[in-house]
């Protein structure tokens, strides 16, 4: 059954630890994805590369996991036949 998701709560998640808005949207392999990335990016912190890389990746992921819950209620709402098909 889906559900309606929060895009601020994903986005939380998301800012909270990377990857977590991801599983809170049900994209278990991305999610697994972006922690394993965030992960990475704090042991590169060692090298001083990762300073850079972890703010970058960080903000991507608090964006994807708000897009990507907007996404997922206009999807369901579609299917509920509140919104109509857009033509694009």
């Given at each position: 059954?889906?559900?309606?998701?929060?895009?601020?709560?994903a986005?939380?998640?998301?800012?909270?630890?990377a990857?977590?808005g991801?599983?809170?949207?049900q994209?278990?392999?991305?999610?697994?994805?972006?922690?394993?990335?965030?992960l990475?990016?704090?042991?590169?912190?060692?090298?001083?590369?990762?300073?850079?890389?972890?703010?970058?990746?960080w903000i991507?992921?608090i964006?994807?996991?708000?897009?990507?819950?907007?996404?997922?209620?206009?999807?369901?709402?579609?299917?509920?036949?509140?919104?109509?098909?857009?033509?694009?």
């Amino acid at each position: 059954m889906d559900f309606k998701r929060t895009p601020l709560v994903a986005a939380l998640l998301s800012f909270l630890f990377a990857g977590l808005g991801q599983f809170y949207n049900q994209q278990h392999l991305k999610g697994t994805i972006f922690v394993l990335i965030n992960l990475i990016n704090l042991f590169l912190m060692w090298f001083v590369v990762g300073l850079f890389t972890f703010f970058i990746f960080w903000i991507y992921n608090i964006y994807d996991a708000y897009k990507m819950a907007k996404r997922a209620n206009m999807k369901l709402a579609r299917q509920s036949g509140k919104v109509e098909p857009s033509t694009n």
